[in-house]
């Protein structure tokens, strides 16, 4: 059984770059294997021991055998390390931490909104792999996505060339402001879903920063969705991971033993700090 207390040393085997801040690690144990299993939703502490640890959501599938993802962007003195490392190098990792999405209850059989903002698309890759590996689970997939410019747009090459080849899948992609060489959407997430005509008995799951959730939601309502159809993710808030530190408690709530994946009409029984 795996001790989420205890870290594995784990070595990253693949590094990808993004966009200009956005790195995807690939990471295996010392033994070349997954440092262990998770639903998608979950979280991993990673370490650069002497220097910081931080969560992380995993951003791999749980279908995906072999290794685990983290993609990263560079924010603060942990992940500029992280972004200055090379392949071989070893950081240790533990989890998995949090509840995941409900994929294989409250999902399962539905139509599926994704609805994601810059790295908010990381929490919800783990996600839209899964469904994609279970096809026959999920009816149709929907997938909303903006950043920045398109410089930001994260997983581009593996949304463009995969998942808009999927079948029964829709993606629409939307950056800030105009920009040369893009001719796709323009504008901000939050009034690209409403333009969009989505089918309001789907099901959502939206991720991103505070404030595009929070008006993307308010969005979402006035189109016709209920909070009960709505799920979102709030790993941001989670520090120690176990309920232990409580920095990330809101109200008599813990994100990361009662979250980080909540339903929108949950949120609404906590204190308004969030």
Known sequence: MNDMLIPSVGVVTEIRKDTPDVKTFRVVGI????????????????????????????????????????????????????????????????????NGFPVDTELKGKNLIFIAGGIGLAPLHSVINYVRANRENYGKVTVVYGSRSKDDLVDINEIQNEWMNEKDFEVHLTIDRPQEGWDGHVGFVPNFVKELGLNTQDTVLLCGPPIMIKFT?????????EKTQVYTTMELRMKCGIGKCGRCNIGDKYVCKDGPVFRCDQLDEMPSEY
């Open 217 to 225: 939601l308010a969005g979402l309502i006035e189109l016709g969705f």
């Open 31 to 98: 033994d070349g294997k997954k440092p262990f299993e998770h639903i998608p939703g979950q979280c991993a502490m990673i370490s650069v021991p002497g220097v910081s640890e931080g969560m992380f959501s995993i951003t791999s599938s749980p279908t995906q055998s072999e290794y685990m993802e983290f993609s990263i962007k560079k924010c603060g003195c942990l992940t500029e390390w992280l972004h200055s490392m090379e392949v071989g190098q070893q950081v240790t990792v533990r989890g998995p931490f949090g």
